[in-house]
């Protein structure tokens, strides 16, 4: 439930209260083992917006959110309740967005905190382990889009995400060290993306770059890669896809995407079952009809 408070013509708040429950069950189909785990959470959150220009908008936000563990993670193949407590977070956020004529844009600046994030195990967990509650972690950075109409054909927008900081923001010990202060794995410090966009009469197209920055895999941060692949870091990729939307009436539409235009090959996860290789070109192609 939430409700906007609206002050005056410029300034406006939205208060809101989220409450989830939820029951988690796995039945091992091969040996008949079962298992569940429930949890009930409390969600507040708040928004305000203050227009002070008509082509300017500051925003602010802040509120809890959660997330629960995967069933396959939460409970055994044995059956057993891991005790995976869910992830909780406390997320601020302040932001200006805009348009000016052909240009939109909008940045932000955010931290989220979290009680309890669920990340990927290394391999000192011991044998089998996936996931473990890393304890609190502190995630904070700076996110911005623009977008552009360079003619009444033609467009480009981009946007990126920079994380300077992705940590463990507790004592962590594995294997008897601690990992507190090490970034957190799988938390590239940029992710972004450009595009440049096409349409006339019905067709539309843009061909898109994304970019995502080296990567580590495991709490302990390690560089180097080991023998099996589990461990070392993923080095920075840049992958292209090009896409078409074509409208021949009121009913029918065509649609195509190239994934991956150019087949770069690049790593896309190490642990917990080694390299595994990201999408290779792709093709994707149908048609839609609106009654």
Request: net charge positive; aromatic share 12%; charged share 25%.
């Given at each position: 439930?939430?409700?906007?408070?609206?002050?005056?013509?410029?300034?406006?708040?939205?208060?809101?209260?989220?409450?989830?429950?939820?029951?988690?069950?796995?039945?091992n189909e091969l040996n008949g083992a079962y298992g569940k785990t429930r949890n009930t959470e409390i969600m507040p959150g708040v928004g305000l917006t203050w227009q002070v220009h008509p082509q300017a908008q500051l925003f602010a936000g802040a509120y809890e959110g959660f997330s629960p563990a995967m069933v396959a993670t939460a409970i055994s193949?044995?059956?057993?309740?891991?005790?995976?407590?869910?992830?909780?977070?406390?997320?601020?956020?302040?932001?200006?967005?805009?348009?000016?004529?052909?240009?939109?844009?909008?940045?932000?600046?955010f931290q989220m905190d979290f009680t309890n994030q669920i990340i990927p195990q290394s391999?000192?967990?011991?044998?089998?382990?996936?996931?473990?509650?890393?304890?609190?972690?502190l995630n904070r950075g700076l996110e911005g889009g623009v977008g552009y109409l360079i003619t009444s054909n033609w467009s480009v927008n981009a946007n990126a995400t920079y994380l300077p900081t992705a940590k463990f923001d507790s004592t962590k010990l594995i294997g008897g060290i601690d990992?507190?202060?090490?970034?957190?794995?799988?938390?590239?410090?940029?992710?972004?993306?450009?595009?440049?966009?096409?349409q006339s009469g019905g067709l539309r197209t843009g061909l898109a770059a994304y970019y995502i920055s080296e990567q580590f895999v495991d709490p302990e941060n390690t560089v180097a890669q080991s023998t099996d692949g589990r461990r070392g870091v993923i080095p920075a990729y840049t992958t292209f896809n090009l896409?078409?939307?074509?409208?021949?009436?009121?009913?029918?539409?065509?649609?195509?995407?190239?994934?991956?235009?150019?087949?770069?090959?690049?790593?896309?996860s190490r642990n917990p079952d080694g390299i595994f290789p990201g999408i290779e070109r792709n093709f994707q192609a149908g048609v839609s009809y609106k009654f």
């Open positions: 439930g939430q409700n906007r408070f609206i002050f005056t013509d410029k300034i406006a708040a939205t208060l809101g209260l989220r409450i989830e429950s939820y029951d988690q069950s796995r039945t193949s044995s059956g057993k309740d891991e005790k995976l407590e869910a992830e909780r977070s406390k997320n601020f956020e302040f932001g200006v967005r805009g348009a000016m004529d052909r240009l939109t844009y909008e940045a932000t600046a391999q000192s967990g011991g044998v089998g382990a996936t996931v473990t509650n890393a304890g609190e972690t990992r507190n202060g090490n970034r957190l794995p799988y938390a590239p410090e940029w992710v972004s993306n450009v595009a440049l966009n096409y896409n078409a939307h074509y409208v021949l009436n009121k009913h029918w539409s065509m649609f195509g995407t190239i994934r991956n235009l150019f087949d770069r090959q690049y790593i896309a």
